[in-house]
């Protein structure tokens, strides 16, 4: 039994040695981390609150400063939306304002934008503007 016991423990031995010596920690990749985006400042459209936005309206929202912000893109409608972006260092804020051609209509704001490490991120937000 003894005689049996010895090589499945070498072998055994050698198997976990060879797994831990294969570890290369500089190959390990980093991760994509995708953008966040938060804090939208108009009120969404619901059919339950049906909530209106008032026409031409300012908006705002952050997303994380993992972004390229020269890839961001702002969409109503499929058209681009005009916008500023601000480094705040730890976050950017982006603002902008809903252009008077939208008055009484639903609107789908579409934010595109890459990471840092070529994540894409996606978020829009549906609206309703108020009639005048």
């Given amino acids: 039994m003894k005689k049996i016991v010895s090589p499945l423990l070498l072998l055994t031995t050698l198997l976990f040695t ?13 991760a994509c981390k995708k953008p966040k985006f938060s804090s939208f400042s108009l009120a969404e459209y619901n059919a339950a609150t049906k909530l209106e936005v008032p026409a031409q309206s300012d ?11 020269a890839t961001l893109k702002l969409t109503a409608k499929k058209k681009p939306l005009p916008f500023t972006i601000t480094d705040k260092n730890s976050f950017f804020l982006v603002t902008g ?3 008077a051609d939208y008055t009484g209509k639903f609107v789908r704001i579409d934010a595109q934008v890459m990471a840092k490490l ?3 991120g996606l978020d829009g ?8």
């Fill in 18 to 30: 060879h797994n831990a010596l294969a570890y290369n920690p500089g190959a390990v990749e980093e």
């Fill in 59 to 69: 908006f705002s929202f952050t997303l994380s400063n993992n972004i390229d912000p």
């Fill in 97 to 99: 304002k809903i252009p």
């Fill in 118 to 120: 070529s994540c894409k």
């Fill in 125 to 132: 937000w549906l609206i309703k503007i108020a009639g005048q």
